[in-house]
């Protein structure tokens, strides 16, 4: 073994890093023929004319396709991840009662919404709005959206929650019980704040997947930004260029939340140090 070699395994010989480099020049010339190929039937096919790229120079595409569709997905994705916060939060803390009948029925809820599949939620709830006058016609879509992405995202958050406080020591616990606190004091003050740097990332993602599942409304006619990028392709006959816009901006806004996630879960978990840090220094020199 060389000083390079692991626990897991050895390190590659000279006959082993030779073969590695083939198959990796190899894997590189057949990824850019495949590249090359794609490049070259677009072109071809006339789609990387400037033409069918200058539709999205004007402001009338963005106003009138885009921002719109852009703004039914943004509106649809915040409003859901807020009840989804409040549905995941009383689930979540149900899943973790001392009454087994709570217990029981978050439970059966959680596991009942997570099986489902999105669109069907979305889809049952258009019917349903639709069949009882719920929502007036205009918002009918919005409404299935919306619900749809509340019930599912809810309960993939109860569980985040559930597990999240489940990680922290039972120390805290026994000690907030040992100081007479009642359950949901315990929960207040203690475990739901400790949890919230652990859960964070977690719940930024449950976002992100809230704004791509957005795109699901397509199937009832809800206006979001992928069904937008469609009609406006289909008015200019620029699919591949309209995709690709759609497609840049959810990945900008993606990666917007998910650095978002990131910094605020490294200023959390520094803010947690340094409030232990100035706990220990309190009782080391008794202040």
């Known amino acids: 073994m060389t000083g390079s070699a692991t626990v897991m395994y050895d390190a590659p010989g000279p006959k082993a890093r030779a073969l590695h480099r ?89 596991e009942f919404f997570r099986a489902i599949p999105v669109l069907i939620l979305m889809v049952f709830s258009y019917y349903l709005y639709g069949q009882q006058a719920v929502f007036p016609s205009e918002y009918l879509a919005f409404a299935a959206v919306v ?13 985040i929650l559930r597990s999240g406080i ?43 997947i809230a704004l791509k599942d957005s795109a699901l409304g397509y199937a009832f006619g809800y206006i979001e930004v992928v069904r937008s990028g469609i009609r406006s392709a289909s008015y200019y006959g620029n699919y591949l260029p309209a995709l690709v816009v759609v497609a840049i901006i959810m990945i900008v806004i993606n990666f917007a939340l998910s650095s978002l996630a990131t910094k605020v879960e490294r200023q959390l978990r520094e803010g947690w140090r340094k409030k232990s840090l100035g706990k220990d220094l309190r009782q080391d020199y008794g202040e």
């Open 147 to 159: 619900t749809g992405l509340s019930l599912y995202n809810g309960s993939v958050i109860a569980e």
């Open 22 to 110: 083939i198959i990796a020049v190899a894997f590189a010339v057949v990824v850019g023929a495949a590249a090359a190929w794609i490049i070259w039937t677009l072109i071809a096919n006339e789609q990387l004319t400037a033409e069918k790229w200058s539709p999205f120079l004007r402001l009338n595409t963005w106003t009138t396709y885009i921002l719109p569709g852009l703004f039914g997905t943004i509106s649809a994705a915040a409003l859901s991840i807020v009840f989804a916060l409040v549905l995941g939060a009383v689930l979540g803390i149900g899943r973790l009662s001392e009454h087994r009948t709570v217990r029981w029925i978050s439970s059966a809820l959680v």
């Open 166 to 208: 489940q990680s922290l020591p039972k120390g805290q616990s026994e000690a907030a019980v040992a100081l007479g606190m009642r359950k949901s004091q315990m929960m207040r003050l203690i475990l739901l704040p400790q949890s919230i740097a652990a859960m964070l990332p977690a719940l930024i993602s449950q976002m992100v």
